[in-house]
């Protein structure tokens, strides 16, 4: 064959969770059809990755109750979909607390927590008297129509004993140990510490390799080959038992050589290569002899062969020689010569009555001899004749009667063993005897020779018959079970071949994806590192697992070298930059599309970084966050001022501290209010320049609202679990004002223009005269631009249309 | 009294900043790179004015905030966004900032390069 051809790759997008990767490609995959058949069957028996058994998770809010540093409930609301959030805050506002509370409402336990031990890990309760933890984060899941809630609360003082429970919406709660995330919890934990980052750059080879192949996400498609390798072991253990066993058998088959049975049982075996005769085993098996069961056959023979009753044969003889007696005791007698002699005259009278008047003897020509009163006379002469004859006929008769009821008992059976051929011969040749004399003389003594030769003959063929079920019988049973499994094993086999094909192809996929994936691993944390090192000379050349998951040796390989020397320069990193390397490996984890986690928690990230790789990580984040909810908490005020230098986009808290322990969460700022603050900047700009006030400020306020729009095209799109590409795609467009709008407002992109504007006019509070403001902000894009006497009112109203069009109108469940 | 000086152009500026880089002036590091930060700023925001200059008249003399959020609608937004970022970054190496030290050698190197990249992007829009 010259079909050497790779299996042809669809063009499936590679950022679709693993199960539905591995579908499309056996959907696209040429082999035979039970091969195909058995892997679908694998697929489905595997518990799917959590990211296609539930939508990708966002938090829409939380509340902490009772929790570390935060006394009395404090809430905050996040925006629930892609995008960057900062929480910032002095040290000890409670920041951390509210980053931690949320990370035990999903696991029951922190990251810090399980560092530290017990005398430092201080006490987790609030310290407020009558406290009662809890902590309720509100989480939108895509594809439902409302939100579901995760509820975590303490029923006593222990930390570790914790109740918690999820409620999705429309299905009943279920402890929060139970959810459909639990297991990506431990592959693509969505939460990240400033402790974290320095453990993974210091932990053992094997664990980070670990860290790093979970992030591949081909765990369950190697838990399928598991599945199949288990099968095939199954089946080719009970193959080799059968194979074993037959050699066993074989040997213990031959030592009967005097038994058909196993005779045949061999034949029937075949060989290894050639399999057994299943019908010839069945007959075996069933007890019919076969054909060419010739000893077996002859030894029934015998035992089933019965010779002559003596008894009867010497009665028959007796009476036949009592007859013989009587008959020659008649014969020559006038008995006999009575009847010769009424013969004669019957005849004379006979020829009397054909031949009227004619009176003369036939037999000596007398004239009128046979005269009518001859007649009369002769005629009373035949009766009387006949009468005295009778005894003669008797006598004749009741011979034959005995002579053939003699006979009737010289039975020859159909086949004669031939061990007793001469006895029944002997037998046999009684009836060719002529003279019932000495049939009778002889008869009962032949029958008892016989009749004892076949009771001695067939009383040894059952024994010999008995002993040799005795060896068979266990041999039967050995013969029975191995056809069953053999039977069984032949019935498997294209099944196991099946099984080989379909784990060489499981195989190549998962090395194919493997490799694959570690090179856009690779890629994206190259990415992230040139980020983030800036103007460092160190560089990542490489990111290799060595070794197979199952070896103790397998370690992760980061190939970092100096100003390109190639130099090992893990040792020479400062800790920030080892930071920055333990972010690069580690945020890829949060965009891999096996995750159900939308939402990424990183506790901050900047220490230790100088001001330039604080700029670049403001850059990651936001490529982060166009993908997913990035939450960061951060002590440090230069992350929000990166952001808000390079123009990202970002939403910020501020976290305070009131008196005692009441922490409040401030929203700073958002996309909308960014746009917005940059309008009002601009408008109180003084000797603004009229073309910029014409152009420059329509654009910032449309910015804003295209800002609003987006938050609520999400929101509508996450409801009606509609595809995040596709919005991706649409924010992307140039020409995003209108279909953005018609998603926002509608929850479809297909309305046009008036439609949008009637339903602005609608939900805005000026009605039509602030669909026209929304005018003046597309206008600024064209040559005229738009004419605003009053910039700071402008931008004002323009605030509040936004305000009403961010947020759709939640819908009824 | 030094004498008042006159228009200082792009490429005086960033002669300057090179010679502060190259070590040619007797002061510390950090003074040196502050000093050369400070030149790069002046050449950046010089570039900047030049670019918006050409587009509206007046729109140089209205607040760095106001002509940086101009830019955007004026020039190449990616072009924007950059000047924006090497720009916030320049200043805040100009400042003592109670919690940053003073930038490395190889950042303001970076920032040379980005500037000097960033006049001519503007120069052509």
């Known amino acids: 064959m010259t079909d050497i051809a790779p299996p042809a790759a669809p063009p499936v997008s590679e950022s679709l969770p693993i199960a539905e990767i591995a579908v499309a490609r056996l959907a696209a995959a040429t082999?035979?059809?039970s091969v195909s058949a058995l892997l679908s069957e694998a697929f489905a028996a595997v518990e799917t990755p959590a990211a296609t058994a539930i939508g990708r998770l966002y938090v829409e809010s939380v509340a902490v109750t009772d929790y570390r540093g935060i006394g009395e409930r404090t809430w905050f609301r996040l925006a629930p979909r892609p995008g960057v959030t900062l929480v910032v805050g002095r040290n000890g506002a409670g920041k951390s607390s509210l980053a931690e509370a949320l990370e035990t409402a999903f696991t029951g336990t922190n990251s810090r927590w399980e560092r530290q031990d017990d005398a430092?890990?201080?006490?987790?309760?609030?310290?407020?008297?009558?406290?009662?933890?809890?902590?309720?984060?509100?989480?939108?899941?895509?594809?439902?129509?409302?939100l579901g809630q995760l509820t975590r609360t303490w029923p006593a003082d222990d930390f570790e004993t914790s109740t918690g429970v999820f409620k999705r919406h429309g299905d009943p709660a279920v402890p929060a140990r139970d959810a459909p995330w639990v297991a990506a919890l431990r592959e693509y934990r969505p939460f990240l510490s400033y402790a974290d980052l320095g453990n993974l750059i210091s932990d053992k080879a094997s664990r980070q390799y670990d860290a790093v192949d979970r992030i591949l996400g081909l765990g369950y498609l190697v838990e399928v080959d598991t599945l199949l390798k288990a099968e095939q072991s199954r089946l080719t253990a009970a193959a080799k038992r059968v194979d074993e066993e037959l050699t066993a058998l074989e040997a213990a088959l031959e030592d009967l050589p005097d038994e058909d049975r196993a005779t045949a049982s061999i034949v029937a075996l075949g060989s290894k290569k050639k399999g057994p005769d299943f019908t010839a085993l069945d007959a075996l098996l069933a007890n019919l002899p076969a054909a060419d069961d010739d000893g077996l056959a002859e030894l029934r023979l015998l035992a089933s062969m019965r010779g002559p009753e003596p008894e009867r044969v010497v009665e028959a003889a007796d009476r036949l020689r009592a007859a013989v007696t009587v008959a020659a005791s008649v014969r020559g007698t006038s008995a006999e010569d009575a009847t010769h002699r009424a013969d004669l005259l019957d005849r004379a009278l006979g020829h009397l009555a054909r031949h009227a008047g004619d009176t003369a003897c036939p037999v000596c020509g007398t004239a009128?001899?046979?005269?009518?009163?001859?007649?009369?006379?002769?005629?009373?002469?035949?009766?009387?004749?006949?009468?005295?004859?009778?005894?003669?006929?008797?006598?004749?008769?009741?011979?034959?009667?005995?002579?053939?009821?003699?006979?009737?008992?010289?039975?020859?059976?159909?086949?004669?063993?031939?061990?007793?051929?001469?006895?029944?011969?002997?037998?046999?040749?009684?009836?060719?005897?002529?003279d019932p004399a000495l049939l009778a003389q002889h008869a009962p003594g032949v029958a008892r020779a016989l009749a004892d030769a076949c009771a001695v003959a067939s009383r040894e063929a059952a024994a010999q018959l008995a002993a040799r079920d005795e060896k068979w019988r266990p041999l039967y049973t050995r013969l029975a079970t191995w056809t069953e499994q053999a039977r069984a094993a032949a019935h498997a086999a294209p099944r196991r071949a099946d099984l080989v094909r379909a784990r060489r192809w499981l195989d190549a996929l998962i090395k194919d994806l493997r490799a694959k994936r570690l090179a856009r691993f690779e890629a994206q944390a190259q990415q992230i590192w040139e980020q983030l090192r800036q103007e460092s000379g160190i560089s990542l050349a490489k990111v290799r697992l060595d070794g197979k998951e199952s070896s103790n040796l397998r370690k992760l390989i980061l190939d970092v070298s100096l100003d390109d020397a190639r130099a090992p320069a893990l040792a020479v990193m400062s800790q920030g930059e080892q930071h920055s390397l333990a972010l690069a490996l580690f945020l890829p984890r949060a965009r891999t599309a096996d995750s159900p986690f939308g939402f990424l928690l990183i506790d901050d990230p900047v220490q230790s970084m100088d001001p330039a790789k604080v700029h670049g990580l403001a850059r990651v984040l936001h490529e982060l966050g166009?993908?997913?909810?990035?939450?960061?908490?951060?002590?440090?005020?230069?992350?929000?001022?990166?952001?808000?230098?390079?123009?990202?986009?970002?939403?910020v808290f501020e976290v305070e501290r009131d008196k005692g322990s009441k922490v409040r969460v401030k929203p700073v700022t958002n996309p909308v209010e960014q746009a917005l603050e940059d309008a009002r900047a601009l408008a109180k700009t003084s000797n603004l320049p009229l073309a910029a006030l014409s152009h420059v400020l329509p654009g910032l306020c449309r910015?804003?609202?295209?800002?609003?729009?987006?938050?609520?095209?999400?929101?509508?799109?996450?409801?009606?679990?509609?595809?995040?590409?596709?919005?991706?795609?649409?924010?992307?467009?140039?020409?995003?004002?209108i279909p953005l709008a018609s998603l926002a407002l509608f929850g479809g992109t297909g309305h046009t223009k008036p439609d949008v504007e009637a339903e602005l006019a609608k939900v805005c509070p000026g009605g039509w005269h602030d669909v026209d403001l929304v005018r003046q902000c597309q206008a600024g894009s064209h040559p005229g631009g738009a004419q605003i006497a009053d910039p700071s009112r402008f931008v004002y109203r323009l605030s509040q249309i936004a305000d009403a069009v961010r947020r759709p109108a939640a819908v009824t469940p | 009294m030094t004498p008042v000086p006159g228009p200082v152009t792009i490429g005086e500026l960033l002669r300057t900043a090179d010679l502060l880089l190259a070590g040619g002036v007797e002061a510390s590091a950090a003074s040196r790179h502050r000093g050369a930060s400070l030149a790069l700023r002046t050449t950046l925001e010089i570039a900047v004015n030049r670019a918006v200059e050409a587009q509206v008249t007046g729109l140089a003399q209205v607040s760095v905030r106001a002509r940086m959020l101009c830019l955007r609608f004026y020039t190449d937004p990616e072009t924007a966004r950059r000047a924006n970022a090497i720009w916030s970054q320049v200043c805040l190496a100009c400042h003592y900032h109670r919690y940053e030290i003073g930038p490395t050698h190889a950042q303001v190197v970076a920032w040379r390069r980005e500037v000097a990249a960033l006049i001519s992007l503007l120069a052509d829009s």
Request: charged share 25%; net charge positive; hydrophobic share 45%.
């Open chain 1, 120 to 146: 430092r890990r201080g006490s987790w309760r609030n310290l407020r008297a009558g406290a009662t933890p809890k902590v309720e984060v509100k989480l939108s899941v895509a594809g439902d129509a409302g």
């Open chain 1, 368 to 434: 009128g001899a046979l005269s009518a009163s001859w007649a009369a006379q002769a005629t009373a002469q035949v009766d009387a004749l006949r009468e005295e004859g009778r005894a003669a006929v008797d006598a004749s008769r009741q011979l034959a009667t005995a002579e053939n009821a003699l006979r009737a008992l010289i039975q020859i059976p159909e086949q004669i063993p031939p061990a007793l051929s001469a006895q029944w011969a002997a037998w046999e040749r009684g009836r060719t005897v002529r």
């Open chain 1, 703 to 737: 910015l804003a609202l295209e800002n609003a729009f987006i938050e609520a095209a999400w929101i509508r799109q996450y409801r009606s679990g509609g595809s995040e590409q596709e919005l991706q795609a649409l924010i992307a467009r140039a020409d995003r004002f």
């Open chain 1, 31 to 33: 082999m035979s059809r």
């Open chain 1, 626 to 651: 166009e993908e997913r909810q990035i939450i960061v908490f951060t002590h440090d005020t230069r992350l929000q001022r990166a952001f808000a230098s390079q123009e990202l986009a970002v939403t």
